[in-house]
């Protein structure tokens, strides 16, 4: 399974950007792409987990993003999108695509087999 993100750049406080994430992937491998979500990162400080949904359109969102940022999935075309709105300098970060076998009930990054190379994302203020 390989992953690609795009869709990361500059924007001020209050913008939107649009994440995108393609998975190649054989069909053997398929089942691995079963969850998709997002990861993000800031130097010095832990992985947090952004949002993840399943084949079906179950999401899960982490507090800090809920009722700004909205993920979805073209499973024909494998790809998760992560629309990002009402940015906040606090989310600045790199942004990983990430993809697994099965979305449990937490965000958590052992969850997911597969990760993405990354997108920068940085919000001024």
């Known amino acids: 399974v390989h992953l690609v993100e795009s869709g990361g750049g500059s924007v001020q406080a209050g913008g939107s950007l649009r994440l995108s994430c393609a998975a190649s992937?054989?069909?053997?491998?398929?089942?691995?792409?079963?969850?998709m979500g997002w990861f993000r990162q800031v130097p010095g400080k832990e992985r947090e987990g952004v949002a993840r949904?399943?084949?079906?359109?179950?999401?899960l969102y982490a507090d800090s993003v809920k009722g700004r940022f909205t993920i979805s999935r073209d499973n024909a075309e494998n790809t998760v999108y992560l629309d990002l709105n009402s940015l906040k300098v606090d989310d600045t970060a790199m942004y990983y695509c990430?993809?697994?076998?099965?979305?449990?009930?937490?965000?958590?990054?052992?969850?997911?087999?597969?990760w993405g190379r990354g997108t920068q994302v940085t919000v001024s203020s």
């Open positions: 990430v993809a697994g076998s099965w979305c449990s009930s937490r965000l958590v990054a052992t969850d997911f087999a597969y």
């Open positions: 992937v054989t069909p053997y491998y398929n089942y691995y792409t079963q969850c």
């Open positions: 949904i399943s084949r079906n359109g179950a999401n």
